[in-house]
């Protein structure tokens, strides 16, 4: 039986073959919960009867939603996870070591042909290591904490082919705009999304890791990049998919063409190319979360604003993926580069993407941001309009004080 990716992680995990449409019982390759869901996903396990994970070394625990804590309450679900991977031995990632999909690839906890849960929506992200990454409720994650293993419905896969090359200041947060608008934000629901093509070949890991990221604004279960050109720091092996493998539909895409992409109000896809929105006015831009605040994605916003400043009246916060970028931009110049132009770094982290901590826009403001939602109040205030786009995009509006095309300023 020829089978997509998908059903080749599942059915390995499974212990025999399945294909979409089958209910499955399957072992875990690794659990992960930040502030926002590991609390109550520890309560779930104690009440469960648990004392210790199934296997502590490949249990995550990650501080990254509103770290360091805001207030008493967020302190103290914050000692709670300290807590229990002092007496259980699960590995805890703390206050500004980094935004939790970022950290389990960073560190390679996540591995090519993995099953992993993430107790957090956007853990299609791990797709970008050909690995099945699914975000999953607290209770589910308990569960799985408790006995190593999960339930599932295999996915239908929907393959999507992308042709072509990008041009110069295009990237993959352009090319995954482009698709949300075209699924729509339910057009994949519980799906698992397969990229491929020469054009996805050529995408760096940070690049792949955001177009798998945004696949949930989509709906999808899960999405699987093909490992084609994929580089690790350890050798893998590789889960392609069989010849003649049975797909829900095929989209295919030329994105020679392509623009930069925004998405406007308050939807991920409400999207338009650039040009549309050109010269509306901005007050506040954000680079971050975990659809975009890599190493390439402060590359390119300190190649648009080097030997500038910001624009009067508009303020830019970054906040890298983790401590190690911090260091490696730090040690490429593009911290000062930023710095100069008059950014301002915060701690690494989710905070101002979810509106949970730093970086909570005032009523009636303008955001123009790189992260991957835009639902009205997604920031912590319903009263602003928040514009998503490509971390290039962003730095050239906040150059100019409006939504800019980065090829405007050079």
């Given at each position: 039986m020829?089978?997509t990716?998908a059903?080749?992680i599942?059915?390995?995990r499974?212990g ?6 089958d209910i ?5 390759d690794?659990v992960?919960a930040?502030?926002a ?16 994970p199934?296997?502590p070394t ?5 501080i990254d939603?509103?770290?360091p804590?805001?207030n008493?309450t967020?302190?103290n679900l914050?000692?709670l996870?300290?807590e229990?991977?002092r007496?259980?031995g699960?590995?805890l ?6 935004i939790?999909?970022?950290l389990m690839v960073?560190?390679?906890h996540?591995?090519?042909g993995d099953l992993f ?5 956007h853990?299609?992200?791990?797709g970008?290591?050909n690995a ?5 409720g607290s209770t589910?994650?308990?569960a799985a ?7 599932l ?5 929907v ?6 090359g ?6 993959a947060k352009?090319?995954i ?5 075209e699924?729509?934000a339910d057009?994949?629901n ?8 020469e054009a996805?070949h050529a995408?760096?890991?940070?690049g ?6 945004m696949t949930?604004?989509?709906?999808a ?5 093909d490992p084609?050109?994929?580089r ?9 998919p069989?010849p003649g493998a ?6 295919t895409?030329d994105v020679?063409?392509?623009?930069p992409q925004v998405?406007?109000?308050h939807?991920?896809d ?9 010269g509306?006015?901005?007050h506040y831009?954000?680079?971050g ?6 190493l390439?994605?402060?590359?390119a916003a300190a190649?648009v604003?080097r030997?500038?400043?910001l624009?009067?009246?508009v ?7 983790s401590k ?5 931009a730090?040690?490429q ?7 100069a ?6 701690p690494?982290?989710?905070g ?5 901590h730093?970086?909570?826009?005032g009523d009636g403001e303008?955001?123009?941001?790189s ?5 009205r109040?997604r920031?912590?205030?319903p009263?602003?309009?928040?514009y998503l786009a490509?971390p290039?995009v962003v730095a ?10 980065p090829?405007?300023?050079?």
């Amino acid at each position: 039986m020829a089978q997509t990716i998908a059903e080749k992680i599942l059915s390995r995990r499974a212990g025999k073959a399945v294909r979409a449409g089958d209910i499955v019982i399957v072992s875990v390759d690794g659990v992960m919960a930040t502030d926002a869901t590991a609390p109550m996903a520890i309560q779930a396990f104690r009440e469960m009867g648990g004392r210790r994970p199934w296997d502590p070394t490949r249990t995550f625990l990650v501080i990254d939603h509103a770290a360091p804590a805001p207030n008493e309450t967020v302190a103290n679900l914050h000692r709670l996870m300290r807590e229990f991977a002092r007496e259980t031995g699960c590995r805890l990632y703390d206050v500004g070591e980094g935004i939790c999909h970022q950290l389990m690839v960073e560190n390679g906890h996540v591995r090519p042909g993995d099953l992993f849960l993430g107790a957090d929506s956007h853990s299609p992200t791990y797709g970008a290591v050909n690995a099945f990454g699914v975000g999953v409720g607290s209770t589910d994650l308990a569960a799985a904490m408790l006995t190593g293993k999960t339930w599932l419905r295999v996915p239908r896969t929907v393959r999507i082919v992308l042709h072509g090359g990008l041009r110069p200041g295009v990237t993959a947060k352009d090319v995954i705009l482009r698709l949300v608008k075209e699924l729509g934000a339910d057009g994949a629901n519980y799906r698992a999304i397969e990229f491929t093509g020469e054009a996805v070949h050529a995408m760096s890991l940070a690049g792949r890791m955001t177009l798998a990221n945004m696949t949930a604004e989509m709906g999808a279960k899960t999405a699987l990049v093909d490992p084609t050109g994929l580089r690790l720091d350890e050798p893998f092996e590789p889960v392609y998919p069989d010849p003649g493998a049975e797909y829900e539909a095929t989209l295919t895409l030329d994105v020679s063409a392509l623009r930069p992409q925004v998405a406007r109000p308050h939807a991920p896809d409400n999207v338009v190319p650039v040009d549309e929105v050109q010269g509306t006015p901005v007050h506040y831009a954000f680079i971050g979360s975990c659809t975009n605040t890599r190493l390439e994605d402060l590359a390119a916003a300190a190649a648009v604003l080097r030997g500038r400043r910001l624009a009067a009246g508009v303020r830019l916060v970054i906040a890298p993926a983790s401590k190690r970028v911090f260091e490696e931009a730090l040690a490429q110049g593009y911290v000062a580069t930023l710095l100069a132009a008059g950014a301002t770094f915060i701690p690494a982290g989710c905070g101002p993407c979810v509106g949970s901590h730093l970086g909570v826009p005032g009523d009636g403001e303008v955001v123009i941001s790189s992260a991957n939602r835009n639902f009205r109040g997604r920031m912590g205030n319903p009263r602003a309009e928040i514009y998503l786009a490509s971390p290039a995009v962003v730095a050239a509006s906040a150059l100019t004080g409006v939504i800019t095309d980065p090829a405007e300023v050079g």
